[in-house]
């Protein structure tokens, strides 16, 4: 039952590389640069590092392939993917449907962090930051921009503005050009930042921390780490999915997921390694938690040489990380109007573009005292912020990936799967490797997701 051809080839990457430089962007974003450092000081290092490594190669790869396949072999957005698949059982759409609605949920929260990424590159441009080194002056910059409606609207706006700008182009002319550039891009800033960082005292130490043994590693640390494996990788809620549904038959589709996650890892690690030695340099920890790269590291750099340049330099990175990623999550929503309204990619994107933002209007307020900021952190414990994230990272996200793992590892016709695996592939011409993957994708993963959502749940 093959569903190909009835894609136009301007529905498809121009190249494979286009697909590794459009999916790597949509992995590498805030995640890598922002969440991964700061998880990973809290953490204590070296532990948590060795063991993120190890859930990205037995859950994120073998989820990635699981995901990519099913776009490929389906040619459709992660909703038409499901059904077609799936004919005499409904159930499954759900799981396609789930996923768009995180997606959303996900973008519209993500653009105002990104947002904050926005502002601090503006200020590094005007030379806005306090002229002494004293850090509650650091704390309160940050603090009054979270807390002001006005200017995480306007960054919001502004983000969003370009998304859509480059979504609204197409997946060859608008996706992957953008891809291609910002990527080649975003490695040479932090191949150039990391340079700077190894020229600094704190380079030393920064290594030690992380890749030594470490004493702080809980079951909490070892939950994180496989948590924010998923959603580093972009799993779990049909990215791939539909990144992969604009790929040829003649593509790769396990080689190229391991080049993702390879490129993946190594800008999380590149972060880490840019940003530790930068705190080390003026003796402060790592284990600042969410305002590391906006307190510490601008306090930190601002005393070291070539201080503004290297700001400058660390948010355009930042700006370019969270856009290819913002980018994917209006392609995945937009490829679902487009395939299940035959809407064109015009009113598709222009239509998502605006939902999105308006829902992003109650995150970009939560850091006021309003209704969606102190109100409901009095009533429900969350900003309506913390609320977005913490459905989508630790329900959505996990439910979508047991969905997608379930769906290939079972429901998918046995022959369509091995074909799709070995495919021009020369590593999936191992059996082995084919049968561990299916064994990982059948038990292995839906079992081990099952468990972190258990103890989010607070049952252990
Ligand atoms: N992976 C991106 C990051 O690390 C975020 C992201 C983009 C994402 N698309 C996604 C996360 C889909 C989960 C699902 O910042």
Redo the contacts with the bound molecule.
């Keep these: 039952m093959t569903e190909q051809g009835n894609r136009k080839s301007s529905n498809h990457w121009k190249s494979s590389l286009g697909f590794v430089a459009a999916a790597a962007g949509?992995?590498?974003?805030?995640?890598?640069i922002w969440?991964f450092p700061y998880i990973a000081g809290q953490n204590g290092g070296g532990t948590f590092v060795l063991f993120y490594l190890l859930c990205i190669a037995i859950f994120g790869i073998p989820i990635m392939i699981a995901e990519v396949m099913l776009g490929r072999t389906t040619q459709s957005s992660p909703l038409r993917a499901f059904q077609r698949l799936s004919t005499r059982n409904y159930g499954w759409q759900f799981v396609g449907l789930l996923g768009i609605f995180?997606?959303i949920l996900?973008l519209s929260y993500?653009s105002i962090v990104a947002g904050w990424g926005l502002h601090y590159l503006f200020l590094s441009l005007v030379g806005g930051f306090p002229q002494d080194n004293n850090p509650q002056a650091y704390t309160d910059l940050f603090d009054s921009l979270v807390q002001s409606a006005r200017l995480n609207i306007w960054w919001h706006s502004v983000f969003m503005a370009i998304t859509t700008c480059v979504v609204l182009r197409g997946i060859r002319g608008g996706i992957e050009r953008f891809a291609n550039w910002g990527m080649l891009a975003l490695f040479i800033l932090l191949g150039m930042l990391a340079i700077y960082a190894s020229t600094l005292s704190g380079f030393v130490p920064a290594v030690k921390f992380l890749f030594a043994f470490s004493e702080n590693f809980t079951w909490t640390s070892a939950l994180e780490a496989l948590g924010h494996a998923?959603?580093?990788?972009?799993?779990?809620?049909g990215?791939m999915l539909t990144y992969g549904s604009y790929l040829q038959r003649h593509d790769d589709v396990v080689g190229t997921s391991i080049a993702i996650a390879i490129a993946d890892t190594v800008v999380a690690i590149g972060a880490c390694l840019v940003l530790f030695p930068i705190a080390f340099s003026v003796g402060l920890e790592p284990s600042a938690g969410p305002g590391l790269i906006f307190i510490n590291i601008p306090l930190a750099l601002l005393q070291l040489p070539f201080g503004r340049i290297g700001l400058l330099v660390f948010f355009l990175l930042l700006l370019l990380?969270?856009l290819t990623?913002a980018i994917?999550?209006l392609e995945m929503a937009v490829a679902f109007l487009i395939d299940s309204l035959s809407w064109s990619r015009s009113v598709a994107g222009f239509t998502m573009a605006i939902f999105i933002y308006l829902l992003g209007i109650p995150s970009a307020i939560s850091g006021g005292t309003g209704f969606f900021g102190a109100g409901l952190k009095q009533s429900l414990g969350m900003t309506w912020f913390e609320g977005a994230d913490y459905l989508a990272s630790n329900w959505l996200?996990p439910l979508g990936g047991i969905g997608i793992s379930l769906f290939v590892g079972w429901q998918l016709n046995s022959h369509q799967r091995l074909n799709e695996f070995s495919n021009n592939s020369r590593i999936g011409s191992l059996a082995w490797l084919y049968s561990s993957w299916l064994l990982i994708i059948r038990w292995l993963s839906p079992i081990v997701i099952t468990i972190i959502m258990l103890h989010n749940l607070g049952v252990f």
Aim: charge should be positive.
């Design positions: 949509s992995a590498v974003g805030l995640g890598n969440k995180a997606g996900i993500y998923f959603f580093s990788l972009s799993l779990g809620i990215v990380a969270a990623s994917s999550l996200l």
